[in-house]
């Protein structure tokens, strides 16, 4: 027992421990299982929270999802489908399993999702579709993705199939309106002439080129691209191919918005040079900043260099007969200077009598003459050589030298000969002769006072009697200085006289009368001459001032002054004296005055103004003039001369034709040109000559007046019936010197 009792107090122990270690754990399960119990709340919470957040979420997306017993084929839908639907809340259609089908999906599109839910049932997996639903609550048409995915038993049946929808609507509305900005881009890019490119600087290649290079170049785009590193480079021009790639040197060095825009040449497929203008811009850089790609367009600007050589040539050619004008000219005299070598020269040429082209065949036949003279001056001359037209009927040759002056000459002469054949022009033939000057070229030359001497040399020509050349000689040039001196003079003398007189010194016109007087001795008329004095109160020669005034823009108011003068101081005579009603003024009139449009009124009035009649104003016109006068000087002088104002014509004898033209123009008057007269009374042959103009005078009803009587022989040596003029009967005096009283008598 004293064995037994150790080991049951033992045992006793062990099991008061076991108890105690029982409870002990059964107290920490509990704690345990109650923590747990409390951490599965918190979870449960959580979860329910991030629930309710992804639903939120999924109604604010636009997506909803559904479940389909893969038995039965039911459809479960969670509520955002509802929501995506439209479908609200107590509606029977939720109760409707083909709500769905018969009131969401657009029947358009039902064979389409249909094929799609049967190719995921056939196949598993996961299967999209995108159609249209019309909302319930609103109307509107939405798009919508539905993904569908199906899980296959072991049998190869559905074992689950769920799905989700979402509303794709503005990512649809998106990509349409992407689809048709990039339609529109298209269709700009194909409708534009203008052909976009974009080039890879680094590989030296373009990588887009637009449709439109077809109609730039005839070539696709594919061969352009197709041409490596060449691209369209390979087609430009020869000359332009540096020029492009400094284009693109200086594109790569603009900033982001700056342009380089260049003009090159590039090959159309059928062989022509096309002219483009390139606008190339930075499109892309790599991260330093270096230039990527080029965007750029390519303009046809053919046409537009068209124009603007079209301008470049009207502006350095003469635009009626294609000749160089005065600027080509000067360029081309300059060069011709610097040139050296053997002497060339500068032929300075004025068609004769051109205006009587124009006055009687009309200015289109003007036009055709100066035309067929700017071809025949151009044969005459080698392939170097230039013709230029200075405008009007004047003309510019520039001859190289030949070996010496005297080839030189030779030259310009043949140039001059060209025009010894008649031109054909609005049905007949017109002889038109040039007088020309020439200068010969030097190292030291200047090229306009070349032209000036030249056409100072030319006008030397024309007074020489025309139809000749003339070399330029330095005395021609105090000549030319002389005549703007006295145009100066003129200018100044026309100008009006104010409150104040002219000061002393200042240049004066005036005006002398030679009287006319009959066989007996009375004198019946008188003729007004011009007078100018300088500064210093020297006479200026009438020859010289009233030439610089036919050539100048002077003469309608010269002679507007002398006709006034004239004829106040023939009233001032009358109401001086009586019975001098029969007392006539002459005054002398150029034919380009009296082609102006309004002379006649201009004479008219002036004799109204004097409270004059026609008869007592005499116009005396040379005879050369009224020759080369065309339809409308000739018209205004026949309407005078139908009024009463008689028609004179001076010089008589020293034109051409004039007894086939004298019974065909407007005259009441010859005057036999004192040239004649001089050889009296011992010339048999200017005897003969004044007889025959006095007795067909006489025969036709004209008056004749003879010029430069000047000794008592001359008078004596004058068929009877005709007037006299001449410092024998009177020479040119100031008004209130003239003596109007009876002259010398016959012996």
Same mark, same amino acid.
């Given at each position: 027992s004293w064995l037994l009792d150790p080991l049951?107090?033992?045992?006793?122990?062990?099991?008061?421990?076991?108890?105690?270690?029982?409870?002990?754990?059964?107290?920490?399960?509990?704690?345990?299982?109650?923590?747990?119990?409390?951490?599965?709340?918190?979870?449960?919470?959580?979860?329910?929270?991030?629930?309710?957040?992804?639903?939120?979420?999924?109604?604010?997306?636009?997506?909803?999802?559904?479940?389909?017993?893969?038995?039965?084929?039911?459809?479960?839908?969670?509520?955002?489908l509802f929501a995506l639907w439209g479908v609200p809340a107590g509606s029977p259609l939720r109760d409707d399993p083909d709500v769905f089908a018969t009131h969401v999906l657009e029947p358009q599109d039902q064979a389409r999702v249909v094929a799609a839910f049967d190719e995921g049932l056939a196949h598993g997996g996961r299967h999209d579709v995108e159609f249209r639903i019309r909302r319930v609550d609103t109307g509107e048409q939405r798009h919508v993705r539905s993904t569908v995915e199906v899980v296959l038993g072991p049998d190869g049946r559905p074992a689950r199939i769920t799905g989700a929808q979402l509303d794709?609507?503005?990512?649809?509305?998106?990509?349409?309106?992407?689809?048709?900005?990039?339609?529109?881009?298209?269709?700009? =890019?194909?409708?534009?002439?203008?052909?976009?490119?974009?080039?890879?600087?680094r590989e030296g290649r373009p990588v887009y080129v637009s449709p439109s290079v077809r109609q730039l170049l005839g070539r696709e785009p594919e061969e352009i691209l197709g041409a490596g590193t060449e691209g369209p480079s390979r087609h430009v021009h020869p000359d332009d191919v540096r020029v492009l790639a400094q284009a693109t040197v200086?594109?790569?060095?603009?900033?982001?918005?700056?342009?380089?825009?260049?003009?090159?040449?590039?090959?159309?497929?059928?062989?022509?040079?096309?002219?483009?203008?390139?606008?190339?811009?930075?499109?892309?850089?790599?991260?330093?900043?270096?230039?990527?790609?080029?965007?750029?367009?390519?303009?046809?600007?053919?046409?537009?260099?068209?124009?603007?050589?079209?301008?470049?040539?009207?502006?350095?050619?003469?635009? =009626?007969?294609?000749?160089?004008?005065?600027?080509? =000219?000067?360029?081309?005299?300059?060069? !011709?200077?610097?040139?050296?070598?053997?002497?060339a020269a500068v032929v300075y040429l004025d068609l004769d009598g051109f205006k009587r082209v124009n006055d009687t065949a009309g200015h289109a036949a003007g036009d055709a003459v100066l035309c067929e003279v700017a071809r025949r001056l151009q044969t005459a001359v080698r392939a170097d050589e230039t013709v230029a037209r200075l405008g009007g009927d004047e003309f510019v040759v520039l001859l190289r030298g030949r070996?010496?002056?005297?080839?030189?000459?030779?030259?310009?002469?043949?140039?001059?000969?060209?025009?010894?054949?008649?031109?054909?022009?609005?049905?007949?033939?017109? =002889?038109?002769?040039?007088?020309?000057?020439?200068?010969?070229?030097?190292?030291?030359?200047?090229?306009?006072?070349?032209?000036?001497?030249?056409?100072?040399?030319?006008?030397?020509?024309k007074g020489l009697g025309k139809d000749r050349l003339q070399l330029f000689e330095a005395s021609l040039r105090d000549e030319l200085a002389e005549r703007l001196r006295v145009e100066r003079?003129?200018?100044?003398?026309?100008?009006?006289?104010?409150?104040?007189?002219?000061?002393?010194?200042?240049?004066?016109?005036?005006?002398?009368?030679?009287?006319?007087?009959d066989e007996r001795g009375v004198v019946v008329g008188v003729e007004a001459l011009s007078r100018l004095t300088d500064d210093d109160g020297v006479p200026v020669p009438p020859d010289l001032f009233v030439g610089v005034a036919e050539e100048s823009d002077l003469?309608?108011?010269?002679?507007?002054?002398?006709?006034?003068?004239?004829?106040?101081? !023939?009233?001032?005579?009358?109401?001086?004296?009586?019975g001098r009603e029969a007392l006539t003024m002459a005054v002398n009139v150029s034919a380009r005055e009296a082609s102006h449009p309004g002379f006649a009124a201009q004479v008219l009035a002036a004799l109204e103004r004097h409270r004059l009649e026609p008869a007592d104003l005499v116009l005396e016109l040379t005879e050369t003039s009224l020759l080369e006068a065309g339809p409308t000087t000739l018209a205004t002088l026949r309407r005078l001369h139908e009024l009463g104002v008689r028609v004179a014509i001076d010089d008589f004898g020293t034109g051409y034709a004039s007894l086939r033209y004298l019974t065909e123009l407007p005259v009441d008057l010859v005057k036999v040109d004192r040239g004649f007269t001089a050889g009296l009374?011992?010339?048999?042959?200017?005897?003969?000559?004044?007889?025959?103009?006095?007795?067909?005078?006489?025969?036709?009803?004209?008056?004749?007046?003879?010029?430069?009587?000047?000794?008592?022989?001359?008078?004596?040596a004058l068929p009877g019936g005709v007037h006299l003029q001449g410092y024998l009967l009177g020479r040119p005096l100031p008004a209130d010197e003239v003596d109007l009283g009876v002259r010398l008598a016959r012996r």
């Open positions: 049951r107090g033992a045992a006793l122990g062990l099991l008061l421990a076991g108890l105690l270690a029982a409870v002990a754990v059964a107290g920490l399960l509990a704690r345990e299982r109650a923590q747990a119990v409390a951490t599965q709340a918190v979870l449960l919470d959580r979860l329910e929270e991030q629930s309710a957040m992804l639903e939120e979420a999924a109604l604010l997306a636009g997506l909803g999802s559904f479940t389909c017993d893969p038995e039965t084929m039911a459809f479960a839908f969670r509520e955002e794709v609507s503005d990512l649809v509305a998106a990509r349409h309106a992407a689809q048709d900005a990039g339609a529109l881009h298209r269709a700009v =890019l194909a409708a534009s002439p203008d052909v976009v490119f974009v080039t890879d600087v200086q594109a790569c060095a603009l900033g982001d918005g700056g342009v380089w825009q260049t003009r090159y040449r590039v090959l159309h497929q059928d062989g022509h040079w096309v002219w483009v203008d390139r606008r190339a811009t930075p499109f892309q850089r790599d991260a330093d900043g270096t230039v990527r790609q080029l965007l750029g367009v390519l303009r046809d600007v053919s046409d537009v260099v068209a124009a603007e050589e079209r301008l470049a040539h009207a502006a350095l050619h003469d635009p =009626l007969t294609g000749l160089p004008n005065r600027v080509l =000219l000067a360029a081309r005299l300059r060069g !011709l200077v610097s040139a050296g070598g053997p002497r070996d010496d002056d005297d080839g030189t000459l030779t030259a310009a002469r043949r140039v001059l000969r060209v025009l010894d054949v008649p031109v054909q022009a609005g049905g007949s033939l017109h =002889l038109v002769r040039a007088s020309a000057g020439v200068v010969l070229v030097d190292g030291e030359s200047d090229a306009e006072q070349l032209l000036a001497d030249a056409d100072t040399a030319m006008y030397r020509a003079l003129l200018r100044a003398a026309l100008q009006p006289v104010g409150p104040v007189p002219h000061p002393r010194g200042w240049p004066r016109l005036g005006l002398a009368y030679q009287v006319v007087v003469v309608q108011r010269l002679g507007a002054h002398v006709l006034e003068r004239a004829l106040r101081q !023939l009233a001032d005579w009358r109401r001086a004296a009586p009374p011992h010339d048999a042959a200017c005897a003969t000559v004044v007889r025959a103009v006095a007795g067909m005078a006489e025969e036709l009803g004209l008056g004749c007046v003879v010029e430069g009587v000047e000794t008592q022989e001359q008078r004596d």
